[in-house]
């Protein structure tokens, strides 16, 4: 059976109900590590009504929890908006593994230098590798280990039968545009005042398993999901996955994990 691609849309509005770069911090990297917790093939960033450094920050933060934690210096720079990511918590994927590379192993690695002769890469080992294709400089991508002794040799490769993390997009368009540009067959938007997925479970679980892309839309912390989803044929679904909720709301953060939790059921139920 094909793998199904689970893309879930989140608002740059996310963090912008608090200036406390700690707490902008715990928020993202929540959202992120629930991603990984139900394999989640895409994060897409869209512009609600923030400012793009919003975008920017929420961006970083998703991309530098996906980096594999031997590659992360060399990718990110010290900055400030950086200052809290010791906090976040590890994803623990198959592409963070914590042990050297064995003979076999898939690895994601960074591309240093190009030469006439391949290209060099660092995948977290004691010495950096060698791969005989010319590739783009500085890019993380996922190798394969074909050779280990006085010389690590490695080739584009990567597995199809584990997780191998999320990809980061921010579109810094609007719900329609973003929606648009990456193309789901099946739509489903989260909403409070939508009906409880306990009473159309049924039509929930037959479009989820004739669908070859799903995407999930998350509303911001001010006002939700726009209100012209419905004039503008966005989605093909609105759902409440957290029926009688017993607070008054819900964060972005806590949607993500009780939705994604209700989907990952549906998407591996028969």
Known sequence: MLKKHLSIFIPDSLTAETKDLKLKTYKVGAIARTAAIFNTDQIVVYHDDANQK????????????????????KVFPIRNELKYVGLLPPLRTPHHPTGKPGEGDYRQGLTLKRTKKGTFVDIGADKIAFCKEQLTVNKILSFRVTKLGKEIIVEPDEPYDEYWGYETLSTYKNLHQSIKSVKPDFVVATSRNAAPITSILDEVKSKVNNAKHIAILFGGPYS???????????????????????????????????????????????
């Not at 709301?249 to 209700?262: D, I, K, P, Y």
């Open 54 to 73: 919003e975008a920017n920050f929420i961006s970083d933060i998703l991309t530098y929890m996906n980096t594999p934690q031997y590659l992360r210096k």
């Open 224 to 270: 939700g999901l726009p209100e012209n989803i419905h004039s503008q044929n966005l989605v093909d679904l609105e759902v409440n996955t957290i029926p009688l909720q017993g607070t008054k709301t819900v964060r972005t953060e806590e949607a993500v994990l009780a939705t994604l939790s209700v989907f990952n059921l549906l998407l591996n139920s028969k």
